[in-house]
């Protein structure tokens, strides 16, 4: 069952799409979930790990086709580094292997958005 319970949930995303963000910003805010900040670029979210929207947020929503470095590539990379946070990957494309998931600890999800099954998602790796 899908509740209105997730107010304190926040989620970094990270979409070139401006119109695909905000389709997901508005559905997600309809559950109290707080998806803010928006990157459009890997880079740019890696240039502003240290800002506490980032260091705060519970999820980590990444579409995979971006400009430059791959939402998969970005995962990697954040993995590498250390990061745990439970991370999303998002796209109108064929999902990476389960072997690729499973070496990234990500879930995937496809596009379009299907909110009954991206609450759900949220609701298991948030614990929320």
Known sequence: MIGTDQQN???VYVED???IAQLLVSGLGLFGIKVHPIYIS???LLADMERPE???ADLLFFDIRLPKMTGVELAAE???RGETRP???VSAWPSPTMAELGKLQA???PKPFDFPD???TIQKLTKK
Do not use: Y
């Open 9 to 11: 949930i926040k989620i």
């Open 17 to 19: 799409e401006p119109s």
């Open 107 to 109: 879930v995937f999800l």
């Open 87 to 89: 991370l999303v990957l």
């Open 54 to 56: 980032f260091t705060e």
């Open 118 to 120: 991206v609450i759900q």
């Open 78 to 80: 954040l993995r590498a």
């Open 42 to 44: 890997a880079e740019d």
